[in-house]
């Protein structure tokens, strides 16, 4: 006998009235087990699951939810169901999958104070590489803050990752060559160069600022 998915939301919706939470449950579960792309089911289910103390589960469901709204780039729906999920579950991957959420939204400050938060978790866990990639994100969400990559520079060169560092210093040269603040930007490229001597971009961010500081030698020469 086929499914009548018409027929198992009405009887859902008779035994909800009846206040018969864990009977409606199961209609609600037969309904997506033969319709999986019922979102709004769905979401409904990770509801009354979680009512019923079923935390679990209420977190497999909001999380389909919250998957399907992202590919749909529905990202302020989905992130107001990963908050649901933030709620029932800590962790630094609802953290990680809010950030992201609010950076596709355009919601940088936003975007910012999650991928902190993760960041701030991998440190606490010694998982210093992770956190600092993490922390570029930050870097980049941050285009006021001329100082970010520097710091990050100088983290990756105290774990002894000198080509990670060498990226870092040279974004903040770039940083700072984009304020117009040459002297500065050599410095930061210099350091890079030292720890990398193939960071192109390093080396052409230090030639266009020596450029720019009307240095025509000194940049002739590196060319």
């Known amino acids: 006998m086929a499914f009548d998915k ?3 939301m009405r009887n859902a919706e008779k035994l909800l009235a009846q206040g018969k939470i864990k009977a409606a449950i199961g209609e609600y579960k ?13 979401n409904l289910l990770g509801d ?15 999380t389909t939810v919250g998957s399907h709204y992202a590919q749909q780039g529905f990202f302020a729906k989905a992130i107001a169901v990963y ?3 933030a709620k029932l579950q800590s962790g630094p991957e609802i953290s990680k999958e809010l950030a992201e959420l609010y950076k596709a939204k355009g919601s940088a400050s936003e975007a910012r104070q999650h991928f902190q938060i993760v960041a701030d978790h991998y440190q606490k866990e010694g998982r210093t590489l992770e956190a600092l990639e993490v922390l570029k994100e930050v870097a980049f969400l941050d285009p006021k803050n001329t100082e970010v990559y520097q710091q990050l520079g100088e983290s990756y060169l105290k ?10 210093f040279s974004a903040h040269g770039l940083r700072l060559q984009s304020l117009g603040r040459c002297d500065e930007a050599v410095a930061a490229f210099d ?5 990398d001597g193939n960071c192109r971009d390093a080396l052409a961010g230090w030639c266009e600022a020596k450029f720019a500081e009307g240095d ?3 940049a002739a020469k590196r060319i």
């Not at 002894?160 to 560092?165: C, L, P, S, V």
Request: negative net charge; proline residues 2%.
């Open 48 to 62: 009354l699951l979680f009512k019923n103390g079923d935390t679990a589960e209420a977190v497999k469901c909001y």
């Open 191 to 195: 350091r890079a160069i030292e720890l």
């Open 159 to 168: 774990e002894g990752y000198n080509t990670e560092a060498a990226e870092a």
């Open 6 to 8: 018409n027929n198992a």
């Open 30 to 42: 037969s309904v997506i087990r033969h319709d999986p792309k019922d979102i709004g089911t769905t």
């Open 216 to 218: 025509l030698a000194s």
């Open 83 to 85: 908050k649901k999920i």
